[in-house]
């Protein structure tokens, strides 16, 4: 079964920066698209951004600029750097497989001064 951990989130200023990890088991990694989403209270869950297996990434346009995917397929982890945080940045952040499997239980971003 795939296990998804995310880790890394926290409170943070505006304008500051936060670097999750997702660590996962049970799928062969190296070859396996993967993806960030993120639901705000209320909201509907949103994906974030996406990397293939060869490490080509892609950005929904709210995070454009701002955040960075990367991956090490040796370590089976994933990484979101995300800087210049905005309030509305905050969240509970995900990561998956594509396609989904089990969610992990995320991990949460607040972005307020």
């Known amino acids: 079964q795939v296990q998804l951990v995310e880790s890394g989130g926290g409170l943070v200023q505006p304008g500051g920066s936060l670097r999750l990890s997702c660590s996962v088991s049970?799928?062969?990694?190296?070859?396996?698209?993967m993806g960030w989403y993120r639901q705000a209270p209320g909201k509907q869950r949103e994906l974030v951004a996406t990397?293939?297996?060869?490490?080509?990434?892609n950005y929904a346009n709210s995070v454009k600029g701002r955040f960075t995917l990367s991956r090490d397929n040796a370590k089976n982890t994933m990484w979101l750097e995300m800087n210049n945080l905005k309030p509305e940045d905050t969240a509970v952040y995900y990561c998956?497989?594509?396609?989904?499997?089990?969610w992990g239980q995320g991990t949460q971003v607040t972005v307020s001064s």
């Open positions: 998956n497989a594509f396609p989904n499997v089990n």
């Open positions: 049970g799928t062969r990694f190296s070859i396996t698209d």
């Open positions: 990397i293939t297996s060869e490490r080509h990434a």
